[in-house]
């Protein structure tokens, strides 16, 4: 169970952090980089929760948000010890049948979609573009460490799916698709 008493310790005045394996890392390293971006995504799903998202989405986004935690527990553990938490394919697999639920009722796609429209679908954009920021640094991290140190893959399967589910999510956040910000190629051209 995680207890604190403190919430200041005044050992990163230094510009290091502690990791959950009690190593100490610059807090620049890509790890921390890694899951301070997953951090900031649940930041940004507790934004869109805060800017009244209704059901069945806010359940959804707070299950999300959990998982989070969970990814970032696991990124700050280095190694495949038997007392860290690992982000798992069923973790992904719940994502994925999200995806479909949702997606079945939704317009067609007729072109690619910019971020606007209701403002929760603005705020799942934003969501996702910061997902895949923390994918991108995930991947950087994975690509960097190797041996015990390394990066599992399904951390990296459960961000890519999740991107695809907040764009789902961001298009019946617009009335189903049909209130979706369509991107018109070359409009700019035109005086």
């Known amino acids: 169970m995680v ?46 929760l805060a800017g009244g998202v209704e059901e069945p989405f806010r359940s959804r986004l707070r299950a999300i948000q959990n998982d989070l935690f969970d990814l970032g527990a696991d990124l700050s553990c280095p190694g495949d010890g038997d007392d860290v938490l690992r982000v798992t394919a069923a973790y992904t697999e719940r994502l994925e049948t999200m995806i479909d639920e949702v997606n079945e009722d939704l317009e067609p796609l007729k072109s690619f979609v910019l971020a606007g429209g209701t403002k929760p679908a603005a705020w799942m954009h934003l969501a996702r573009t910061v997902c895949r920021r923390a994918e991108r640094h995930l991947v950087a991290l994975a690509h960097e460490e190797t041996g015990e140190g390394r990066v599992a893959p399904e951390p990296l399967h459960y961000l890519n799916r999740l991107s695809d589910l907040l764009f789902v999510f961001a298009r019946a956040l617009n009335d189903g698709g049909r209130s979706d910000v369509l991107w018109e190629p070359g409009a700019g051209r035109e005086g």
């Open 3 to 48: 207890r604190l008493n403190r919430i200041y310790t005044k050992t990163g005045d230094d510009g290091t952090t502690g990791l959950g394996s009690g190593e100490r890392v610059a807090k620049h390293h890509p790890r921390v980089a890694a899951y301070g971006c997953v951090d900031e995504l649940s930041a940004v799903l507790g934004m869109a």
